[in-house]
């Protein structure tokens, strides 16, 4: 009984793995194509911040979108999250978060030292997560 309910549960979260991984793949190639339609708006000349403030966010989107599906593939390499790729989805969003705040320059030179100090700890922690790896059970 076991074995079987064992068995449904591997199958269903394998289903689940797929389906996302199917969506986050279906939304890369949306968050593509809307990159490369407003590629336009940057020639453009009284859009042209508007156009750049489009353009440098949804490159950075794709740059995470694509980090999440390298994990969730190397889940079924691996058959278990590795905390160094979560953390390396983890520091491409915060880079992604920090270089959009700087972008619009609402940002003091505090919290750029602390945006920084937190991206810096992250790098630290997938370091650290890289020399400790927990063996395969």
């Given amino acids: 009984m076991q074995e079987l309910v064992s068995k449904i549960y591997k199958t269903f979260v394998?289903?689940?793995?797929?389906?996302?991984?199917?969506?986050?793949?279906?939304?890369?190639?949306?968050?593509?194509?809307?990159?490369?339609?407003?590629i336009g708006l940057t020639a453009s000349e009284s859009t042209v911040?508007?156009?750049?403030k489009e353009l440098v966010t949804n490159v950075l989107s794709l740059i995470v979108v694509l980090e999440l599906i390298r994990a969730f593939i190397d889940f079924f390499?691996?058959?278990?999250?590795?905390?160094?790729?979560?953390?390396?989805v983890l520091i491409a969003?915060?880079?992604?978060?920090?270089m959009l705040h700087l972008?619009?320059?609402?940002m003091?030179?505090?919290?750029?030292?602390?945006?920084?100090?937190?991206v810096i700890f992250l790098i630290g922690a997938r370091s650290i997560s890289l020399f400790y790896k927990v063996p395969k059970a």
């Fill in 108 to 118: 003091s030179g505090v919290d750029v030292f602390f945006w920084s100090f937190g």
């Fill in 77 to 88: 390499e691996h058959e278990r999250v590795r905390v160094d790729i979560l953390l390396e």
């Fill in 49 to 52: 911040r508007l156009g750049y």
């Fill in 14 to 38: 394998r289903l689940a793995f797929n389906i996302t991984i199917v969506i986050l793949i279906v939304g890369l190639f949306v968050g593509i194509y809307r990159t490369v339609s407003e």
């Fill in 103 to 106: 972008f619009e320059g609402k």
């Fill in 93 to 98: 969003f915060v880079i992604r978060e920090f």
